[in-house]
């Protein structure tokens, strides 16, 4: 149920109650604008679920990240990341999307927070206009979670790779599944390859999605 919504120029915040308990914001924002308060509420966040991340690290700048972040009194209890970048398929350049960094605080699970993040971002990027396709990779034990919330599609037979360097992280070699939506025409045109091909990110070494 939304129960207040309200715009402020290149952030916005919408009021949700998720369950009997949890009255939640969400608030989005350019992460290359984020504020030291933000950094340092969603250093907590993401340091209580993944000890050895890097914060400083999380989202490069030329990834021109947009935040979705759950708060509930002044904390960040959930957070999702909206990567973009190019990739080149075919000679052609496609403006690709993915998820990155999807969280819901332990204490604040199976509450429906994780999978309005995923809803409230994917209504983002298809309403955005810029995107040709999403694609992001999760674990064998994610994957029900992201079947569960819809919109994304899980193929079998589509491999992402970082980039062309030696020990390259690949999504197959590491047991991921892939997740595609399908976005502009353009895309559309090229379904059969992005369900059968091994597309390469050209990401930053070390990076992946
Ligand atoms: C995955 C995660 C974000 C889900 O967040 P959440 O807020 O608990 O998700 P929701 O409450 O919206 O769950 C929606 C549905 O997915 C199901 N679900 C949630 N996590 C699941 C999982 N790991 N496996 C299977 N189903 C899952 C829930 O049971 C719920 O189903 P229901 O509506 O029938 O009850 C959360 O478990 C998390 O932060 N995990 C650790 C971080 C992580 O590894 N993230 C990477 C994801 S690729």
Redesign the pocket.
């Known amino acids: 149920m939304i129960v207040k919504p309200c715009h402020v120029s290149l952030l916005f915040f919408v009021r949700y109650q998720v369950s009997e308990r949890v009255i939640m914001d969400i608030k989005s924002f350019q992460y290359n604008n984020i504020t030291e308060i933000d950094k340092q509420l969603l250093k907590s966040l993401l340091y209580f ?2 000890e050895d991340i890097n914060i400083e690290d999380i989202h490069p700048q030329e990834m021109n990240v947009m935040s979705f972040c759950a708060i509930e009194k002044n904390e960040f209890i ?1 957070y999702l990341g909206v990567v973009s970048w190019n990739i080149i398929v075919k000679n052609k350049t496609f403006k690709m999307c993915g998820l990155s ?6 204490e ?9 993040l995923v809803r409230k971002a994917t209504e983002w990027i298809m309403q955005d206009g810029r995107f040709d396709i999403g694609l992001f990779t ?2 064998q ?6 079947e ?2 819809g919109w994304w599609q899980k193929c079998s037979n589509l491999v992402l790779k970082e980039s062309d360097r030696e020990g390259a992280y690949v999504s197959d070699s590491l047991q991921l599944n892939v997740f595609k939506l399908l976005i502009s025409a353009k895309a559309k045109l090229y379904a059969n390859y992005f369900e059968n091909s091994i597309v390469t990110l050209n990401f930053p070494k070390g990076k992946f999605i």
């Open positions: 679920i993944w959930g960094c999807v969280c819901t605080h332990p604040y699970r199976e509450q429906g927070i994780g999978s309005m999760c674990s034990k994610h994957s029900p979670f992201y569960h919330v």
